[in-house]
């Protein structure tokens, strides 16, 4: 083959999950059946309302256009809402929030926004596999920083002041945090705030675990004078059950939105208005959906527990998101070898923390986006195995 990709994506593997999710299939297709306990892809529906106000607005013949690209603003004043009532953050609808496709997308943006080749980016490890990807994919230079089990899984600010940063343009972090469910504390905000004021740095905070297993949700925005060198990402697809919509969220000062708005002009033309109605519809739920929501990931918390210890695993109780996070026991050789194992003679799939970095070589992590019949399931077939 005489066609050659480019020299960005050389560093860039298929995405860890794309590739498992493919090897799942073919053992399915060869008849073995698989019980995916991997990823954090929620199981359960939108609320009724919102599936309404979707079916209603997409009977009206005029919601099947091109949409601005700043999003509708029934969806910019319905995220402002919702940070004002869950956060108590005033954000100005027009020009500190621009709506996405999910946050993902948010952080390829903000890396083409703000990012040249060869300056260096913080990335979390263990963290998201997708900063250090993107990270490579804009040809920034990337310097993992280490969240240890220790410090509650938080950045040591004295190894980051020890650092070099004179090239450092840009911080990634993501509390409550994944994949290891530390939470944020106001403090940690404020140090991260003062830290990228020091040097400079825009500091990315990636939140869209707040509202699971999580009492007291946070913005980085919170913090007096963050917008100065803050960014943050939000999302429906966790708190709203709506992965698979694809709506999310960035907030930030208006001018760090027109940055980010000149890349996103150019790489998609606007969402669905229908859809975005529906998700303004989400935002604006009360407490009552955020009660159930967490009230069907306690009673599953419970069985990933009891997974954790068959497995003979230790874990904080304390964990906020979608996942369960654990250390293997001692005499485990490898995070892969426990989940390969577990999945050839379980069946059972279980992601080995070793993905999200070398911070997660002695982890797993069990996703809570199953039902308790198919942890109860799984219960049974490691019992069995
Ligand atoms: C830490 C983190 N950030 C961002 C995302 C992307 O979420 P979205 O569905 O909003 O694109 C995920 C999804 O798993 C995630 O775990």
């Known amino acids: 083959m005489q066609i050659h990709p480019a020299n960005r994506i050389s560093e860039v593997k298929e995405y860890y999950f794309s590739k498992k999710l493919r090897e799942i299939d073919q053992m399915r297709q060869q008849g073995i059946d698989i019980i995916n306990l991997g990823i954090g892809n929620p199981d359960r529906p939108p609320h009724p309302e919102v599936?309404?106000?979707l079916y209603n607005s997409s009977s009206e013949l005029g919601n099947h256009g091109?949409?601005?690209?700043?999003?509708?603003p029934e969806l910019r004043n319905a995220f402002a809402q919702w940070y004002k009532a869950h956060?108590?953050?005033?954000?100005?609808?027009?020009?500190?929030i621009l709506p996405l496709i999910g946050s993902k997308e948010g952080i390829m943006h903000i890396s083409m926004?703000?990012?040249?080749?060869?300056?260096e980016v913080l990335v979390p490890n263990p963290g998201y596999p997708t900063y250090a990807s993107v990270s490579n994919l804009v040809e920034a230079k990337m310097i993992s920083y280490d969240l240890e089990e220790e410090q509650d899984w938080q950045p040591d600010f004295d190894k980051l002041e020890a650092m070099d940063l004179s090239k450092v343009k840009l911080m990634?972090?993501?509390?409550p945090n994944m994949p290891t469910g530390a939470n944020a504390t106001p403090e940690l905000l404020e140090k991260l705030v003062r830290f990228g004021k020091k040097h400079n740095i825009l500091i990315c905070n990636d939140n869209p675990y707040s509202f699971i297993l999580n009492d007291n949700p946070l913005s980085i925005f919170r913090v007096e004078g963050a917008k100065e060198t803050c960014i943050e990402l939000n999302s429906l697809s966790k708190s709203h059950n709506m992965a698979g919509w694809r709506v999310g969220m960035v907030a930030a000062a208006p001018e760090l939105i027109q940055y980010i708005i000149r890349v996103k002009s150019n790489v998609d033309s606007g969402m669905f208005k229908p859809l975005q109605l529906a998700a303004a519809k989400a935002l604006s739920l009360d407490k009552d959906w955020?009660?159930?929501?967490?009230?069907a990931y306690k009673e599953r918390r419970e069985l990933a527990w009891k997974i954790m210890d068959m497995l003979g695993c230790s874990y904080s109780k304390n964990q906020s998101g979608m996942f369960i996070w654990a250390k293997i026991p001692d005499s485990a050789e490898s995070p892969e070898q426990l989940t390969d194992a577990v999945l050839k003679n379980a069946r059972v799939f279980i992601t080995p923390g070793s993905i999200f970095g070398k911070g997660g070589n002695r982890h797993i992590r069990i996703s809570l986006c199953s039902t308790t019949a198919v942890l109860n399931e799984s219960i049974q077939r490691?019992?069995?195995s």
């Open 51 to 53: 599936l309404k106000e």
């Open 113 to 119: 926004a703000f990012l040249n080749p060869g300056d």
């Open 87 to 96: 956060f108590k953050v005033t954000l100005n609808p027009a020009s500190e």
């Open 66 to 72: 091109y949409q601005s690209y700043i999003g509708v």
């Open 290 to 295: 955020y009660t159930e929501v967490n009230r």
């Open 382 to 384: 490691i019992s069995n």
């Open 172 to 175: 990634w972090v993501n509390y």
